[in-house]
């Protein structure tokens, strides 16, 4: 008997995180470390299996966190695959990340796109509106920019954004509605 | 050559009394710091950071759908803030924009699907191409036309800007008519 494909969610979010509930879409098993800040908007979709997102990681508007099956697959078939995403990384406003190991220190940039056979190391900055969907392990400190996607290494990995962390700390709670820390799971209706 | 008019339905926007038409779907986060000023339309599924910073929206505005407009943010010598957001009057953002800018100035257009960078400052009468990237802490000249990613100037915009976009911006509003 085949499953149903489940839209509820389960979430658990580690002390220190904030997530901000407005517009948010979850779907699937997925676990949030701390002081990761996820900002209205976002969507985070464990459909091909669970999603553990490090600790202080930035996680902008509109910005979709995928874990979903290669199209054309048949679901029944497969096993769950984990989907793994390291610390500090800033996932900035419109990116879509369906890599399914990102290291630590990572930035995408806004409306970036990361396929799913990309592996992202440590320090990797995508640029805006860049597209990665090859098969490959981008080295560490590599930086993609621009239409025609050049590439080079930077000497150092991008700064820690430690001090925006704090303040969106601050001041998320008191303007938005942010789940607590706990597990929280959510199982639709069945019809 | 008359703009198309825009129906919408009248339970899915709200108007205010100067004027400006914001949309039930459009997410507006600390509406205590955002000023419209008047006959700005607001369309589905935007986001205003209003939370972070303040951001005043000058008149006769349109941003369209799934924009995200975010004051950027800045490190001061005594902590971090985010800074205080200023757009213009008569400026038409498309859809799909994300604007990250310090200021944008008065009869700007403002392509589809563009990104414009942290603190940039974009000047009176430009227009920024569809799918424009613009990276941080850049500066658009007047009376200019800029595209690609990195942005680079493509070519001077006519003197005629400001009555173009006063035109396009007040027959826009004029057209985007409610039907119950």
């Not at chain 1, 930077?154 to 597990?183: C, E, N, W």
């Amino acid at each position: 008997m085949c499953p149903a494909i489940n839209t509820g969610y389960q979430v658990t979010i580690a002390p220190g995180a904030y997530v901000c509930e407005e517009r948010l879409q979850l779907v699937g098993e997925i676990s949030i470390g701390s002081k990761t800040i996820i900002h209205p908007g976002a969507s985070i979709i464990a459909e091909a299996g669970p999603i553990f997102i490090g600790d202080g990681n930035l996680i902008e508007e509109q910005c979709v966190i995928a874990n979903r099956f290669p199209s054309g697959i048949d679901k029944d078939q497969m096993n769950q695959v984990v989907m793994i995403i390291g610390n500090n990384n800033v996932f900035e406003v419109g990116s879509l990340c369906e890599a399914l190991k990102v290291g630590d220190n990572n930035i995408l940039e806004c409306k970036a796109q990361v396929g799913r056979s990309v592996t992202l190391t440590s320090g990797c900055v995508i640029g805006s509106m860049c597209s990665l969907t090859t098969n490959e392990t981008l080295p560490e400190n590599t930086v993609i920019f621009g239409s025609d996607h050049q590439r080079r290494t930077m000497p150092d990995r991008p700064a820690f954004q430690t001090h925006q962390l704090d303040f969106l700390a601050r001041i998320l709670p008191t303007s938005h509605y942010v789940l607590k820390h706990g597990t929280k799971s959510h199982t639709p209706a069945s019809t | 050559m008359e703009l198309a008019e825009i129906f919408y339905k009248k339970s899915d926007f709200i108007e205010t009394t100067s004027g400006n038409k914001v949309c039930r779907r459009s997410i507006m986060c600390g509406s205590q710091n955002i000023v419209l000023q008047g006959k700005t339309i607001v369309m589905a599924d935007c986001i205003v950071r209003g939370d972070l910073a303040a951001v005043k929206i000058g008149k006769n505005c349109v941003i369209g759908e799934k924009c995200v407009i975010r004051p950027p943010f800045k490190k001061f010598a005594k902590g971090v803030a985010f800074f205080p957001m200023q757009i213009g009057d008569h400026v038409f953002i498309e859809d799909e924009c994300v604007i990250n800018a310090a200021t944008i100035g008065s009869y700007v257009h403002i392509g589809k699907n563009s990104v414009i960078g942290r603190r940039c400052i974009i000047m009176d009468c430009s227009y920024i191409l569809p799918n424009t990237v613009i990276p941080p802490e850049t500066v658009i000249p007047s009376y200019t036309v800029y595209g690609g990613s990195p942005s680079a100037f493509v070519e001077d915009f006519p003197e005629t800007a400001k009555e173009l976009m006063m035109d396009v911006t007040q027959s826009f509003y004029q057209n985007f008519r409610p039907i119950a």
